[in-house]
């Protein structure tokens, strides 16, 4: 069994920064690959981003391609979403996931662990 715990989250204006990070703890977190996924209010989960085992390999959403970066230190066992230019409709749940194998996927159900959430705000 995996454990995430998001944290970082918070409320900030438009333009400005925050980053994302995720803890885990169990399982064997280098063999998977990770990745953010976001809610809005009324609106379901989408993908954000995602890196695979080894850090080497990463894709985004459109969305947030050349504003968001993902990162992760194995021996931390974190992953990290590093948020630059952030826009209020980036407002969201960013939620963290595991799959259970080391690479790349971008829809939920291939994800089987999840972090409980954390808020980003993003006033105009």
């Known amino acids: 069994q995996v454990q995430l715990v998001e944290s970082g989250g918070g409320l900030v204006q438009a333009g400005g920064s925050l980053r994302l990070s995720c803890a885990a703890s169990g399982g064997f977190f280098s063999n998977y690959a990770m990745g953010w996924f976001r809610q809005a209010p009324g609106k379901e989960r989408e993908f954000v981003a995602a890196?695979?085992?080894?850090?080497?390999?990463?894709y985004y959403a459109d969305s947030v391609k050349g504003r968001f970066t993902i990162a992760r230190d194995n021996a931390k066992k974190t992953v990290y979403l590093q948020m630059n230019n952030l826009k209020p409709e980036d407002t969201a749940v960013y939620y963290c996931?595991?799959?259970?194998?080391?690479?790349?996927?971008?829809?939920?159900?291939?994800?089987?662990?999840w972090g409980q959430g954390t808020q980003v705000t993003v006033s105009s």
């Open positions: 996931a595991a799959r259970g194998a080391p690479t790349i996927r971008t829809r939920e159900y291939e994800y089987g662990y």
């Open positions: 890196i695979n085992w080894s850090g080497d390999s990463t």
